[in-house]
């Protein structure tokens, strides 16, 4: 065998056999010890199903897509009715990857006619024949050397098929057999080179991120901490502004994104959800009225009841205005890590982040304390002093009449225990009560209603500016001002020892990548020689 050529078995993984004897003697041992020398595929005791073992042996080996199938025949017999090609075709009916090979061209009587087989005239396949002289027995035995068997094979061909024999022997199979077999690898790995070029660019991508491996002056230190402070203010600015957010092609939404549907659903919806006096019946309207009214008060004032109801209601928009803080709180907290596009020096990532979540939390307890501030103000009367505002209440409180308590039945009354609770089945209302009740529960809901989209107005308005804009406009600055001490860069811009091992396995996989494309590019090249 040649220097640059070896072999190597399944059964000896850690050894090559650079010496053809060797190599024939091992396949020899090897067939003995597996088969025996009586049994199975050689002559003696034969089991009975030996040629169904047999095909089934061959089928495991040339099923598969990517084998390339050798169907040797004898070149003295049939070609036509040959069982290793009708094998063959069983699982290669299109002939893509099969190569006929014709033993025994020597004993052959008709030249002639066996040169048109080897031109596939007789049987016509697509990958061909080639045609081969194989050691006789009587070569075996002498232990001819190959070189010999070659000499004596290429000086036949010349002599008995001489326009056809540059296409056959054993070297030209080796030849054939060889290019083929580049062909159907390329094949196979079609989409390799596609998928090795992606993988060294995004490894690149990511050593470039991670930095060149050197230590940094204290100065240079202190220039890379203000570099990622301010790359992650602007994309945390653009997550609210929307002209740059990195993920616009993702399949999920940005965190800018679910803030404004917080905004402009969930907080209407819950708003939507409280259903004021929609449910009110006439009896809860009754005890509410007399739950308004002074001790000792006779008539009923449609205005005091009128503002006792709005009041109430008004007071429970504040835990909504409140959770819809917390929700956009939340979002600007998760927001920080989605910005922090910083690998190399998880210290840094975490200073900002604890930066900007105290941030955060100041921002959110001054949030709460106007929204808390406004349901109160804003809870202290139904009424407001704008012109319009009491022209209305004016033309829809004068049709409603002062009603005398006297006249009203009582649904409280004394129970066992000195308890009180509502009858089963209170008195009738008389129509001027029924009539008085409708026309408040009309009245406060259309009040209650603009009341309810000035706080919605309000909601949105103060969180977004105590709580949002006013975070965003003041991170940048919160930043450079806490980690502008003297060694606090030092003590961050330090790469941890995975920053180290991550930056060497990158530089090995771009190594192995290039490596991989240029066997691929030598394997195209060999098979198109």
């Not at 056809?164 to 080796?174: D, E, M, V, W």
């Not at 659903?265 to 409280?274: G, K, Q, R, S």
């Amino acid at each position: 065998m040649r220097n640059d050529t070896w072999c190597e078995f399944f059964h000896k993984p850690n050894e090559k056999f650079d010496d053809f004897r060797k190599v024939e003697q091992e396949i020899i041992s090897r067939t003995d010890e597996i088969a025996g020398t009586d049994f199975g595929i050689t002559i003696g005791q034969q089991p009975d199903d030996i040629e169904e073992q047999v095909k089934n042996l061959i089928l495991g080996y040339i099923s598969a897509d990517d084998a390339v199938i050798l169907a040797v025949c004898p070149g003295n017999i049939d070609i036509a009715n040959n069982e290793s090609i009708k094998i063959a075709k069983t699982v290669d009916p299109t002939q893509e990857r099969t190569i006929v090979v014709l033993t025994k061209l020597d004993l052959t009587d008709d030249y002639s006619k066996m040169t048109d087989v080897l031109n596939g005239k007789v049987v016509p396949m697509k990958l061909g024949y080639v045609g081969v002289i194989n050691r006789s027995q009587d070569d075996l035995k002498g232990d001819k050397p190959i070189e010999e068997v070659l000499k004596h094979e290429k000086a036949f061909l010349a002599e008995k098929f001489s326009s056809i024999s540059a296409k056959h022997g054993i070297s030209c199979l080796a030849k054939k057999l060889n290019r083929i077999l580049l062909q159907r690898i390329l094949a196979c790995c079609s989409g390799l080179s596609v998928n090795i070029r992606n993988l060294s660019t995004a490894s690149e991508s990511e050593l470039r991120e991670l930095g060149v491996d050197e230590e940094m002056t204290v100065e240079e230190k202190k220039k890379e901490l203000f570099k990622i402070v301010d790359e992650f203010a602007k994309e945390y600015k653009a997550q609210i502004d929307g002209m740059s957010r990195s993920e616009v092609q993702s399949l999920n939404l940005t965190c800018g994104a679910r803030i404004d549907i917080i905004i402009n659903n969930n907080l209407p919806n819950e708003l939507d959800a409280l259903k004021s006096f929609e449910n009110m019946t006439d009896t809860e309207m009754l005890v509410a009225i007399r739950n308004s009214m002074p001790v000792g008060a006779r008539f009923i004032n449609p205005e005091v009841a009128l503002n006792h109801f709005i009041k109430e209601e008004i007071k429970k928009m504040a835990p909504v205005a409140i959770h819809t803080a917390q929700l956009l709180h939340q979002e600007m907290v998760n927001m920080i890590e989605s910005c922090l596009e910083n690998k190399r020096f998880p210290k840094a990532n975490t200073a900002i982040y604890s930066i900007v979540s105290e941030l955060l939390s100041s921002k959110m307890e001054q949030t709460v304390y106007h929204l808390e501030m406004y349901f109160e103000i804003q809870s202290a009367s139904a009424f407001s002093a704008n012109e319009g505002y009491a022209k209305f209440f004016k033309k829809v409180l004068g049709p409603i009449p002062q009603i005398d308590l006297g006249e009203l039945p009582m649904p409280l009354v004394p129970n066992v225990g000195g308890k009180q609770g509502l009858e089963k089945s209170p008195a009738g209302f008389t129509t001027e009560q029924s009539s008085m009740f409708q026309q408040l529960k009309d009245l406060a809901n259309q009040v209650y209603q603009m009341a309810r989209w000035q706080a919605q107005d309000y909601i949105v308005k103060g969180i977004l500016h105590t709580l949002i804009y006013k975070s965003i406009d003041t991170v940048a600055v919160e930043l450079n001002t806490r980690l502008n001490e003297s060694h606090i860069p030092e003590n961050l811009i330090r790469e941890p020892d995975e920053i180290h091992n991550r930056r060497t396995q990158l530089k090995s996989n771009l190594v192995e990548y290039n490596n991989a494309l240029k066997l691929l590019d030598e394997l195209r090249k060999a098979s198109a020689a």
